[in-house]
């Protein structure tokens, strides 16, 4: 079973800037995109940005130019830098990844949730 573990989450005041990571449990797993959603309090879950094994990335606009997304293939890890954070950015942000485990018979394809990381933006 594959499992995505995230970190970096926490407390940081307005404008300031902070970097979640999220490493798949395993390393046969073998990924093809893998990113970020958030959901606010009240919310529904939203996409914030992700990048393909190629290092493709994709970000939502409400995001664009705050933030910065990169893979590490060899660790099978995703880093996202948020920077001049809002409020409004204040969520539970969740690790996403999309890809498969195995060869021939045993090829599974995946998606995988991580358990979420809480950011809170407040002075």
């Known amino acids: 079973q594959v499992e995505l573990v995230e970190s970096g989450g926490g407390l940081v005041q307005p404008g300031g800037s902070l970097r979640l990571s999220c490493a798949a449990s395993?390393?046969?797993?073998?990924?093809?995109?893998i990113g970020w959603y958030r959901q606010a309090p009240e919310k529904r879950r939203e996409f914030v940005a992700a990048?393909?094994?190629?290092?493709?990335?994709n970000y939502a606009d409400s995001v664009q130019g705050r933030v910065a997304i990169s893979i590490d293939n060899a660790k099978n890890a995703v880093h996202l830098q948020v920077s001049n954070l809002k409020p409004e950015d204040t969520a539970v942000y969740y690790c996403?990844?999309?890809?498969?485990?195995?060869?021939?018979?045993?090829?599974?394809?995946?998606?995988?949730w991580g358990q979420g990381t809480l950011v809170t933006v407040s002075s």
């Open positions: 996403n990844a999309e890809g498969s485990i195995g060869q021939g018979t045993t090829y599974r394809h995946l998606e995988v």
């Open positions: 990048i393909t094994r190629e290092g493709i990335t």
């Open positions: 395993i390393s046969t797993f073998r990924i093809n995109t």
